[in-house]
């Protein structure tokens, strides 16, 4: 709580909410007043003084017309990693007991897994350099399945860590 001490309700509350975008689009989002106005269920006044606020105590950042957070896109990216690394080992895993099975297996004997029935036929997007959005569902969600509830504990996780580091860097 020490990463939104001083702060009002709404401010937290819009905090929260553009974090959790963030994490739903896999990094910045688009600066769009009126669209995430109305997701947030505020006014677009209401929205632009309170975004104005978390800007100038560094909560949000602006540029290029997107919104981030840095610890947001530092996460991302280590769960991204995260996920490759993991994704790296259920393929060695996968490859060994194929290696394994097919040793094992008699001319009676089929292996486990003998032919292909991977049903998945949809083309999958390459990621985007700055790892953003394709399409109307983020990569995130694509690769981990996470949902909403997940997004929303990420997202106070961040803030719990952004509350620890400040507190001992003693600010």
Do not use: W
């Amino acid at each position: 709580m020490r990463g939104v001490r001083g702060m009002t309700a709404q401010e937290i509350g819009l905090y929260t909410m553009l974090l959790c975008r963030m994490y739903e689009e896999s990094g910045p989002i688009e600066n769009h007043t009126l669209r995430l106005a109305t997701y947030s269920g505020m006014r677009a006044s209401t929205f632009e003084k309170t975004l104005e606020k978390l800007v100038h105590l560094g909560k949000i950042s602006r540029a290029n017309g997107m919104l981030f957070n840095d610890r947001a896109e530092a996460e991302i990216s280590s769960r991204a990693d995260d996920l490759k690394i993991a994704s790296k080992a259920g393929k060695v895993s996968s490859e060994k007991r194929q290696r394994n099975q097919a040793i094992s297996s008699t001319p009676v004997q089929r292996p486990f897994n003998d032919t292909d029935t991977d049903t998945d036929t949809e083309k999958k997007d390459p990621p985007t350099p700055q790892g953003g959005r394709e399409g109307k569902v983020s990569n995130f969600r694509k690769r981990s399945g996470s949902t909403y509830r997940q997004t929303m504990d990420a997202a106070l996780e961040i803030l719990r860590k952004q509350d620890e580091e400040r507190e001992r860097l003693g600010t």
